[in-house]
């Protein structure tokens, strides 16, 4: 029953669906559940209409989806959630202005996963995001507060990871993944020691193909603070 007391986290979803499914899937696998009733209760509204972040960051003249974004979490904080999770790493781009007015904590993603680079003592990492998190140095400026260095990919390459994620992922078709590789291969040599999965679309390549462990999915980051926040994490997450 709602209103039983139970802790109640909100997901702003679509952005995209792919991401939002495979978030919750991740929420689902790293809760320390052994029956149904043990795992966490979510309120997850899909809302793929939602306008591009990333053209809006380029182009201020586009359609700004912080109304949209802002309307969603009103709700979500109306029905209950005690906090807020957004499965897409462009939009942590608004977060300070999406938490202004809100009751509840808005999950910044990008934030923890500095955090836990710093714990694991990494000094550099390579950074695969869109081109709306490149443009505003999203993981950047949060990497700089810890001495971490980072390196993007070049602009031919950024080109690529754009396709990848629009494309190809927001598409529904899958990537030649031997491409994502090279790219990362490109960054190991510039001295990235990891490299970050910086769009919650790159993520889901996850689903598709065997990754190697240099990388640092943020869905893997942001799904497993959101367990430790909720419920019990299992064991085998708690190195990413």
Known sequence: ??????????????????????????????????????HIRMIIYNCPDIPDRTRYILDKSAQDPLPYMKDVALRL?????????????????????????LDIPVQ???????????ESGCKSVGILAT?????????????????????????????????????????GKKPDDSVLMQISRNLRKQGAERVILGCTELSVIKEWFDLPPCFLDMLDVMA?????????????????
């Not at 679509?14 to 899937?25: D, R, V």
């Not at 029905?79 to 790493?89: E, S, W």
């Not at 990008?110 to 710093?118: G, H, I, M, P, T």
């Open 1 to 38: 029953m709602m209103g039983d007391g139970k802790k109640v986290l909100g997901i702003i979803g679509g952005l995209g669906p792919l991401a939002t499914s495979y978030f919750m899937k991740k929420i689902v696998l790293m809760t320390d559940a052994s029956i149904d009733q043990e």
């Open 108 to 118: 910044n993603g990008v934030k923890e996963a500095a955090d836990y680079l710093r």
């Open 131 to 171: 081109d709306g998190t490149v443009e505003s140095n999203l993981f950047g400026l949060e990497l700089e507060k810890y001495g971490i260095s980072y390196i993007y990919p070049s602009a031919e390459d950024q080109k690529i990871i754009m396709s990848i994620i629009y494309d190809c992922v927001k598409a």
């Open 224 to 240: 497993r603070s959101c367990v430790k926040s909720f419920s019990k994490l299992r064991k085998e997450y708690e190195v990413l």
């Open 77 to 101: 904080q109306s029905d209950g959630a005690c906090k807020i999770a957004i499965p897409c790493v462009t939009a942590q781009f608004y977060h300070n202005r999406l938490q202004e007015g």
